[in-house]
């Protein structure tokens, strides 16, 4: 059995959000359930190549939005990948247990995630009308009227993301 499965504690109320999240949830739980390590490296190359896409999207709403082009969440999706991605070039040459330590290091990352860095931007794009499929602001007034520079933390920097 996977260590997260989807539940309504993990639901945003912003069904895009929540379908990638759920696909996550879903892609995550069949990396854990890999029976061999071919299969566990298929299913760690899609879970990369799942995140990569999902985060991305969720940095451009940010951009978009104006949500926080120096944030700490955008950073935080950086960090992951970089080490999903560094996961992966062990498991192609053999050495298969980071990949299964991440799978299971993300059970127990993403929920927090998601309810804390994930909850904030769905609230902020409810609030501004941004309409994730579209692009479209419907409430252009109720958009920052300047970039957020980081989160108040030491470990965030005045970075620009693209």
Sequence with gaps: MPRLEWSDALSLDLPLM???????????????????????????????????????????WMRDTG?????????????????????LQRA???DFEPARQMAYELASWFPQHAQTMDAALALHLRGVGYDPASGEVRSPDALPRQDIAGCGGS????RKHA
């Design 18 to 60: 929540d379908d990638t999240h759920r696909e996550f949830v879903d892609l995550l739980a069949d990396v854990e359930s890999a029976s061999d390590n071919a299969a566990l490296l298929a299913r760690f190359e899609a879970l990369i190549d799942h995140t990569d896409d999902h985060f991305g999207r969720e940095d451009r």
């Design 67 to 87: 949500f926080a082009a120096i944030n700490c969440h955008a950073s935080q999706h950086e960090v992951v990948l970089k080490v999903l991605r560094e996961g």
């Design 92 to 94: 192609r040459v053999g």
């Design 155 to 158: 470990t965030c920097g005045d």
